[in-house]
């Protein structure tokens, strides 16, 4: 895939739906950006590829790294820690086990950090892609692989799930500082009203006189729903047989 596909205009909705009317709320204004194409699967196995740049990508948390593969073609990939301008990096069953190279996860030690972890195989990854976080192996049982991830949970994945080596960079993320309104108008953010300061035809909250509070046990949304402490997971979900242990309780 050459360079000028790999970057498209990312269309804005402003949060609203096919019939105009906001469906996600506080969304709007955003600056125009381009959206990458990330390689998830990372499936060009044995062919080397070169680390051209490394950029920032405003549609993600992490920043994202340009391979230049020998074959020509050039791909996204998220870049993890230690990774530089350079570097080769390569993805298939008998690769070294270093920073930015993929693998199945039946060709990775036990105890190696790991992100970009596919789910089903060949499917692309799909969990640990966010800036700073991390999964580590915990244990081989023939193809089941424990693996430890950011929530805490313990989870059985397939011994051929691909996985990349290596924590995801940008960690210091969520330590940015906005600085101003206007930079949040740019990242498509609208302003937030709190649901006391709403009359109650527009929020459960509101209503009143003076600083009444929100006038009921439990916090809700706009429609009425309960907010804290309530599990959203179903109770009976097909990859429970999955799931060693649940992410810890705060």
């Not at 998830?40 to 740049?53: M, T, Y």
């Not at 210091?172 to 953010?189: D, F, L, P, T, Y």
Request: glycine letters at 12%.
């Amino acid at each position: 895939m050459s360079y000028n596909k790999l970057k498209h205009i990312l269309k804005k909705n402003s949060g609203r739906d096919v019939q105009g009317h906001v469906a996600v709320r506080h969304q709007g204004g955003r600056h125009k950006r381009f959206y990458r194409i990330i390689d998830w699967k990372r499936d060009k196995d044995g062919i080397p590829a070169l680390v051209s740049e490394i950029s920032y990508d405003p549609n993600r948390s992490a920043d994202v790294a340009l391979l230049h593969y020998e074959d020509g073609e050039k791909r996204y990939i998220i870049a993890p820690v230690g990774l530089v301008v350079g570097q080769k990096v390569i993805s298939g069953n008998d690769c070294d086990i270093k920073v930015g190279n993929a693998l199945p996860l039946s060709f990775i030690p036990v105890g190696t950090i790991i992100h970009n972890l596919e789910i089903k195989p060949g499917s692309g990854a799909k969990v640990v892609r966010s800036a700073g976080s991390s999964a580590i192996i915990l244990s081989k049982d023939g193809d089941q692989i424990q693996i430890k991830l950011p929530s805490g949970e313990i989870r059985i994945f397939s011994g051929k799930s691909k996985a990349t080596v290596g924590q995801i960079g940008n960690v210091e993320w969520k330590n940015r500082v906005i600085g101003k309104a206007g930079r949040s108008r740019h990242m498509g953010i609208r302003p937030t009203v709190r649901g006391v300061a709403q009359d109650p035809r527009s929020h459960p909250h509101g209503g009143g006189e003076g600083r009444s509070g929100i006038g009921m046990k439990s916090p809700k949304s706009p429609w009425g729903k309960r907010t804290l402490g309530k599990r959203t997971r179903k109770r009976v979900k097909y990859s429970d047989r999955f799931i060693i242990s649940r992410k810890p309780k705060k």
